[in-house]
Each structure stands twice: as structure tokens, then as C-alpha cells.
């Protein structure tokens, strides 16, 4: 992914009418930098050296902020944990049972499908993903 840059950071923020703190900036750039997806509380531990005095609640609530303004991604994993995706490009994921590994791949031609005609009798669909779940090639070898 190429580098957040501020500027654009806080673009995004004015188009929603959020404040582009210095704080959010970093939580933001660090999701949207890793190629993993963290839960609230590791991605605590990746921003805090950066920001002193932060506290775990502060980063809770900017990862809901943010991702109720689809500034990210919010994974709920089988488990029940919640994970953040800083990538916001359709993607899928492939959950390793073994290792618990989140890993993205594309799928464009379920993207394209077009929804069943049943969806409309249960609600307005806005997303779908998918999500598959086996073991890792990593998990595989051992
Ligand atoms: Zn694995
Ligand atoms: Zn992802």
C-alpha cells in the first residue's frame, strides 16, 4: 500500500466531518501500513511507543470512529474477536485455524456476481465478503 500522507488523512476526515487529530493520524497510518489485522488491543501495543500517554480506550474508540466513517475495515472473526483491516479495496480473507493468521486475497468474480433476489425480502444488503477458513501454508508444512 503506498504511504498515508497527512494531507489526505485529514481530507478525509473533513469530508466526514471528523477532527484529523495527530492521535488518529497515527492510529490510522500504522492499521493502514501493516499487512495484518490487528485486533484493538495489538494495535495498541504497535502505536503506543508512538504516542505517550495513549490509553487502550482512546485507540478502541478511533478504530470504531474510523471504521463507522469506512475509513477501515471491521473483521468479526468466528471466535467472536474483532479485527481492523486498513485496507478498504474489496478483498476477502483466509482465516488459518491453526495460527489464526488474517490473510487477504481478491476474488473479483464473486465481486461481480450479482445478489440473490432473495436478500431484498430480509433487508438492504450493502456488503458482502467472504470469508475461508483451513490452515496456512505455514501450519501446512509442519
Ligand atoms: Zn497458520
Ligand atoms: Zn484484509
Partial sequence: MPPVKYEHFKEVCQARGLKATSQRFVIFKTLAS??????ADQLFDMVSGKLPGLSRDTVYRTLNVLAECGMLR?????GGATHFDGDTT????FLCEQCGQILDFEWPDFDNLPWPEAIGELGRAKTASVLIMGRCLGCEVQ
Avoid: G
Avoid at 74 to 78: D, R, S, Y
Fill in 90 to 93: 474489496p478483498h476477502h480473507h
Fill in 74 to 78: 471491521k473483521l468479526i472473526m468466528p
Fill in 34 to 39: 501493516t499487512a495484518c489485522h490487528p485486533t
